[in-house]
């Protein structure tokens, strides 16, 4: 399986809420072992019994690029549904059951993929999991809190269509990809989820759940023997292979301008440059020139230029972003409109100066060590943050000995490599957004 859901070039917002985990902080790479079971299902595992708890998250390929035409925020109505009633529970017990294990379950849908975490005290996991299973294998999705949920999601829409930054996120998803099923609107609106039933979610269900597009992390205070009992009791119960619609490549439309008219105090400023796939020999060449430019956001000479030097905004980063079907560079900051048309030529002067002078020793080697140390720190430092690391991993289809390797990969980039990557992706024109006043005005 080949995908990435978020970009694995440095700490990402996870699905899993690490912030209640309190776990002391890991400063090293975790042992990680590889499981599969009688039946197959494989998962990777994090031994910690420094808390009596296990926590586990998976990935299902196929997430909301796989809503049918018309039927815009099936996947992720799917997703809402599955812990509202399962089996022969009904919504109410089944979540009283789920109350009384002291279980904190979540599912969630992106764009590449479906997500399901769950984190239970070590000596609640058999109840826990046995809710889990039926979540995963036997939603009911009956009429009542499809309705209410359904009500939940379209109150959402109504309110996000006020909201000036919803409303140029999905402009900006339009305008870079057409058709392709990254610009659709993954919650979908009020008339294409009035349009899905109940036996739509199971068809969809059926589809996209099965043994084959699954990836699996675990950590926490459980072993590896009684972890392929467990996977096999939530997992092995489900289709051999799913149905998925296949999704094509796809690159983001650069060279155009977009505005978004608001009467905003502040005027927020969008670029899109060429990304860097994770596969790619110059990701790790391309990480670090970001880091450089915009993601390290203290050291970062967009930072220093309009931050510091002219006081311009409160923020301005880069980020590069990989899906599993695209991949861009994105630059975002906000401003007071009578100094936006400063702020878009600041920004697009530092980028041509990369893109023609590249980098110093200097800024490479801080770079470096900010990109190493961070990861360690924010990626690792939480049986929520080590399964979230784990499955993103797995997306990338690398093996267990990455999160070292990556380091490796790192530390071997050049000034060299970062101005060869920095031509490849700054000298060109890129898709800009502006939201709030024209900045000619």
């Not at 599912?107 to 046995?130: E, H, I, T």
């Not at 990626?379 to 499955?391: E, F, G, P, Q, Y």
């Not at 990969?409 to 502006?434: C, F, W, Y």
């Amino acid at each position: 399986m080949t995908k990435l859901n978020t970009s694995i070039e440095s700490p990402k917002q996870p699905l899993a809420g690490r912030n209640m985990d309190v776990a002391a902080p890991r400063r090293t790479a975790p042992a990680i072992q590889k499981v599969e079971t009688t039946r197959g299902i494989k998962a990777w595992l994090v031994e910690d019994y420094s808390l009596p708890i296990v926590t586990i998250l998976f990935a299902f390929e196929g997430g909301t690029t796989q809503d049918s035409s018309g039927k815009e925020g099936q996947v992720r109505l799917m997703t809402w549904m599955l812990d509202e009633g399962a089996g022969d529970l009904s919504s109410e017990v089944f979540r009283d059951r789920l109350d009384d294990a002291d279980a904190e379950m979540r599912f969630r849908a992106r764009s590449d993929a479906v997500y399901g975490y769950m984190r239970v005290l070590a000596d609640q996991k058999d109840p826990a999991f046995d809710l889990l299973q039926l979540a995963v294998e036997q939603p009911r999705f009956d009429q009542a809190p499809l309705d209410r949920v359904r009500a939940q999601m379209v109150t959402g829409i109504i309110a996000d269509a006020k909201d000036p930054n919803v409303v140029a996120r999905r402009a900006w998803k339009k305008a870079l990809y057409g058709d392709h099923p990254y610009s659709r609107q993954a919650e979908g609106t009020e008339q294409t989820l009035a349009t899905i039933t109940a036996a739509d979610l199971k068809a969809l269900h059926k589809r996209l759940f099965a043994r084959a597009n699954l990836t699996i992390a675990v950590a926490g205070a459980i072993d590896a023997s009684t972890l392929k009992h467990d996977l096999d009791r939530i997992f092995a119960g489900l289709p051999a292979t799913p149905s998925l619609v296949a999704v094509s490549e796809t690159a983001p439309r650069l060279g155009r301008e977009i505005h978004i008219p608001y009467d905003l105090p502040q005027t927020g400023l969008r670029l899109a440059y060429p990304g860097i796939a994770v596969k790619d020999p110059q990701f790790f060449p391309a990480c670090l020139m970001n880091q450089i430019l915009g993601k390290g956001s203290f050291m970062s000479r967009l930072w220093k230029e309009v931050r510091e030097k002219r006081g311009l905004t409160y923020n301005i980063r880069s980020h590069l972003v990989n899906s599993s079907h695209s991949s861009m560079l994105r630059i975002s900051t906000g401003t007071s409109p009578d100094r936006a048309a400063e702020m878009l030529s600041i920004i697009r002067a530092e980028v041509r100066e990369m893109a023609e002078k590249g980098v110093s020793q200097q800024e490479l080697e801080a770079a470096k060590k900010e990109v190493i140390g961070s990861y360690a720190i924010e990626c690792l430092n939480s049986s929520s943050a080590i399964v979230d690391t784990l499955v993103e991993i797995q997306e990338r289809d690398e093996d267990i000995d990455f999160i070292e390797r990556r380091k490796q990969l790192i530390q071997a980039v050049t000034v060299e490599d970062v101005g060869s990557v920095a031509k490849r992706l700054l000298h060109a024109n890129p898709a800009i957004m502006v939201v709030g006043q024209s900045i000619e005005g």
